[in-house]
């Protein structure tokens, strides 16, 4: 409020920026009995221009309230992404969804004043200060955003903000160095199968491996995905990449009872779930990869090469 904290504009690499952020929330959200679910829902820089300090200081905030006022069975979720670009800024979109205890429109017209709690029995626990969404307000305004917010009572929260970040000068070469590699694959006219519930994670799949000549076929359940496989029969596939958690059948399931039939093809694990004793089972029905998301690109066409 004194207006004597200034955003620093320096290069930082996103990546890790964003895992030691996931890093953080994921043990917290599993400890308390949550799902937490990160998207990408378009592609990112390498390195971006802007205050990652201040970043990671929102972003946290926000996911450390959806952990709090989510009760145990709940999900929360992070999405982030490139909206679009105007020269050489990149307007980098971010979302935190959760399916807690949501806020009344009462409380939500006074939601960023400092101080401000609805209900402080209402969250995991009962500390707090009502403070870290009027810093969150602030430092995405000082960064030159908007906060915006969906909430209602019992029906959980959306918090979204859109934030300018300048486009490193190597950035360019850093993004097209692994595509050239994977261009250089000879993966054309090859067949896969995405077997993803989620229909954007779908798309973007389809979209990448497309891209690189990959004749794609997408399933959006396991049992729809086991009937595909049995229905390509000597028209095999050289890889189905698939999520662990579909509804139907999950992903380990389906290798279970299908491993014959996969014989010939290599089944790749994309899976935000990092439980140990998921990638121990997939090695122990002769997986041929296990990937965290969000999946790097180049490491997934590396995987199919």
Known sequence: ESGKLTPVHEAFEFEPFFSELLSIIGPQARQQGLEFEVRRTGP???RYVGDALRLKQVLMNLLSNALKFTPKGGKVTLEAGEQRRAED?????????????????????????????????????????GLGLSIVYNLVQL?????????????????????????????????????????AQDLSGRRVLVAEDNALNRELAQALLEAHGLKVDVAGDGRQAVEMVRA???????????????????????????????????????TAYDKIEYAARAIRLSAFDFLMKPVKNEDLIQSLD
């Not at 971010?94 to 006074?110: I, L, N, R």
């Not at 050289?238 to 009872?257: F, K, Y």
């Open 44 to 46: 990112l820089q390498p």
């Open 89 to 129: 800024t990149a307007y980098l979109r971010f979302a935190v969804d959760d399916t807690g205890v949501g806020m009344s429109p009462e409380f939500k017209q006074k939601l960023f004043l400092p101080f401000e709690q609805e209900r402080p029995d209402g969250a995991r626990n009962n500390v707090g200060s």
């Open 143 to 183: 960064m030159g955003g908007a906060l915006e917010v969906e909430s209602e009572k019992g029906g959980g929260s959306h918090f979204a903000f859109t934030l300018p970040l300048g486009i490193a000068a190597d950035a360019a070469a850093a993004e097209a160095a692994p595509a050239q590699a994977a261009a």
């Open 232 to 270: 390509a029969g000597e028209d095999r596939y050289l890889a189905v990449l698939m999520d662990i958690r579909m509804p139907e059948m999950d992903g380990l399931t389906m290798l279970e009872q299908m491993k014959n039939e996969l014989a010939n093809s290599r089944v790749i694990f994309i």
